[in-house]
């Protein structure tokens, strides 16, 4: 069964500092991985996807993420925080192909300092 | 493009009352839709995978006559808690998909809130 982990349930950087938040998956073939982000009382937001190809991943809103199939990881990154980026952040993996299933990890709440 | 509307946004009512919240496609054909709940701080958890035209698939533990789900047009699916009690007040969250391994899409959500 697919599985994603989010070693960081709370994480708390000043505005302007980088910010690299963490997910590990364990999937039996090439997965499917996603970064949703998602503000208070509300739905889900894309911020990136990877499918195949370039492992290093471009977003919306400056993210990006790298695939690293040796350590099971896709890494959220953003060189310098802005306030509005303070949100809970899901990583997740889908099994491929169509109708395919996302399981999520447990979210990293980022705080954001002034 | 690609936007899910959920509706309604919050939901409070008496126990025993059955409510319904929508889930549309706007502007695209879901082939695919997917119920989600979640509880305070914690992540989502599929509850039901529903294709238009067919019966909802559901995950394991989910009681599909507490949870009615209609997917009868390609951009609208529905989401029935029949007899609701306290213990299912909650957030729920639709997404639909296009297809062809494109990502799913996401709803704002419903907070249900049941007294």
């Known amino acids: 069964a697919q599985s994603v982990t989010q070693p960081d349930i709370h994480i708390t950087v000043s505005e302007g500092a980088s910010l690299e938040l963490r997910c590990n998956y364990s999937?039996?073939?090439?997965?499917?991985l996603f970064w949703y982000v998602q503000s208070p009382g509300q739905g889900l937001q894309l911020l990136l996807k990877y499918f195949s190809g370039d492992t290093l991943v471009q977003g919306i809103k400056g993210f990006e993420a790298e695939f690293k199939r040796s350590q099971s990881s896709f890494n959220l990154r953003k060189p310098s925080v802005h306030w509005s980026d303070a949100a809970e952040y899901f990583c997740a993996v889908g099994s491929g192909g169509s109708n395919y299933k996302l399981t999520f990890g447990k979210g990293t709440l980022l705080t954001v300092n002034p | 493009g690609a936007v899910v509307s959920q509706h309604p946004s919050r939901v409070i009512c008496k126990s025993g009352t059955s409510v319904k919240i929508e889930c549309r496609s706007l502007d695209f054909q879901a082939t695919t839709m997917f119920w989600y709940r979640q509880f305070p701080k914690q992540s989502l958890m599929l509850m039901a995978t529903s294709n238009e035209g067919s019966k909802a698939t559901y995950e394991q533990g989910v009681e599909k006559d507490k949870f009615l789900i209609n997917h009868a047009s390609l951009t609208l699916s529905t989401l029935t808690v029949t007899s609701a009690h306290p213990e299912d007040s909650s957030f729920y969250i639709c997404?639909?998909?296009?297809?062809?391994?494109?990502?799913?899409?996401f709803g704002d959500g419903t907070r249900l809130s049941i007294l």
């Open positions: 999937y039996g073939a090439t997965p499917y």
């Open positions: 997404s639909a998909e296009q297809g062809n391994g494109q990502p799913q899409h």
